[in-house]
């Protein structure tokens, strides 16, 4: 694995796309969610308020991960092609 200034902008790159992507995303997967189960009780409330909680975090951690790596690789590679390294 090759740390090069690009692969690592990229990979930031990735980390701030996946938190744009993740704001408006969040949003509409919740206000579906809250529609589709209303909870009557106040424990069911709180445990689908808690149940959204852990979704909220995996979804941001798999997006971050999963776009941080694409741009590390992307970045990878475009420092490879632009950077003429013919041998």
Same mark, same amino acid.
């Given at each position: %694995? !090759?740390?090069?200034?690009?692969?690592?902008?990229?990979?930031?790159?990735? %980390?701030?796309?996946?938190?744009?992507?993740?704001?408006?995303?969040?949003?509409?997967? !919740?206000?579906?969610?809250?529609?589709?189960?209303?909870? !009557?009780?106040?424990?069911?409330?709180?445990?689908? !308020?808690?149940?959204?909680?852990? %979704?909220?975090?995996?979804?941001?951690?798999?997006?971050?991960?999963?776009?941080?790596?694409?741009?590390?690789?992307?970045?990878? %590679?475009?420092?490879?092609?632009?950077?003429?390294?013919?041998?």
């Amino acid at each position: %694995m !090759e740390l090069s200034l690009p692969a690592w902008l990229g990979a930031l790159c990735g %980390m701030i796309v996946a938190a744009v992507i993740y704001v408006p995303g969040i949003r509409i997967i !919740e206000r579906r969610l809250r529609a589709a189960n209303v909870p !009557e009780t106040l424990e069911q409330r709180s445990a689908f !308020e808690d149940k959204l909680s852990v %979704m909220r975090r995996v979804l941001l951690g798999l997006a971050i991960a999963v776009l941080a790596v694409a741009g590390y690789w992307i970045g990878n %590679m475009l420092a490879g092609t632009l950077g003429g390294t013919g041998g």
